[in-house]
């Protein structure tokens, strides 16, 4: 069957537009892709080259993020609120469960999720995402502090002069990226402006701290209430959290197949190794397939 091409929809997630990309509306089984903080939906476009033409697969941008849309004046985004862009979706959608995948932040949302409504998610692979940051107990002063701090800044939306000058603004920020993936980000997440130079997408308020977060045990507590099949895939260059820290999420996970697969590449290993991160989703989603009766 050939590769069909991705089709644009816009989904209202109370008000607000958020964008998705499907193709093959009709297949079977559906797959739902999360990108990771400040990215969007094309950072999955190399590895789903690589995926089965007949899926179902669904790419989500997050709000304020991609081609999605922004709050408004005063308003603050949460963690919690891209839970809220999952459900939207799958509404939107009719999708009345899917397979998760998710990326760095698409991940950590992706469990959260599971955790919140394990009847509608079928499977869920995490591609570099052990879990957030919290800190110890004693940085929650601290942690209201920097949020305050940063919502006296105005949102700094910088311009550069190219396409080619974003990607290579990624790259400083993010060595472990390679040229094709920056040039890939930057193509299609940044916009041109009046002036003629070009800006990001994203909102930048959300280069904000959050107010609040999870600490230990409740992340803990999240995890151990995902109930479906779960697979872990890092970079060997990638995040690396302690070996305690590492190990006590990977023991909260009950439902966890294996250890973790290591693949060559960074924090974007998914985009360094798009042929062998699609097949590894692949085997697993088609292993953990639901039929109905």
């Known amino acids: 069957m050939p590769t069909a091409p991705f089709e644009s929809r816009t989904l209202d997630a109370e008000g607000l537009p958020l964008h998705v990309r499907q193709r093959h509306p009709g297949g079977d089984p559906a797959v739902l892709f ?12 190399p590895l789903c080259e690589h995926l089965p033409p007949d899926w179902r697969t669904v790419l989500l941008d997050f ?16 963690f919690s609120d891209h839970l809220l862009d999952v459900e ?21 949302v992706a469990l959260a999720y599971a955790a919140a409504r394990p009847e509608r998610i079928l499977s869920l692979t995490l591609i570099e995402s052990l879990g ?15 949020f305050l701090d940063d919502a006296r800044r105005p949102p700094n939306r910088k311009r550069y002069p190219s396409v080619e000058a974003a990607a ?16 890939l980000f930057a193509h299609h997440g940044t916009h041109p402006t009046p002036e003629g130079e070009h800006a990001f997408t994203f909102d930048p308020r959300h280069r904000r701290r959050f107010g609040q977060g999870f600490d230990e045990s409740q992340w803990l507590a999240l995890e151990a209430a995902v109930t479906c099949p779960v697979q872990i895939l890092r970079g060997s260059q ?3 959290p302690s ?11 009950r439902t966890l197949v294996g250890p973790p697969q290591v693949f060559e590449g960074g924090h974007h290993v998914h985009l360094e190794q798009p042929q062998a991160i699609a097949a590894a989703i692949a ?6 397939v639901r039929y109905p009766p």
């Open 34 to 45: 999360l990108h990771g903080w400040l990215d969007h939906s094309h950072s999955f476009d």
């Open 243 to 253: 070996p305690p820290l590492l190990q006590g999420r990977l023991d909260a996970l």
């Open 132 to 146: 957030p940051s919290g800190g110890p107990p004693e940085g929650a002063v601290q942690r209201l502090r920097g």
């Open 238 to 240: 990638g995040l690396s």
């Open 168 to 183: 290579e603004r990624l790259r400083q920020a993010n060595p472990t990226l390679s040229p094709d993936a920056a040039r």
């Open 283 to 288: 085997t697993f989603v088609q292993g953990n």
């Open 88 to 108: 939207a979706a799958l509404d939107g959608l009719a999708l009345p469960s899917v397979h998760l995948v998710g990326h760095s932040l698409g991940g950590i």
């Open 63 to 78: 709000r304020g993020m991609g081609q999605s849309g922004h709050l408004g004046p005063g308003a603050t985004y949460h």
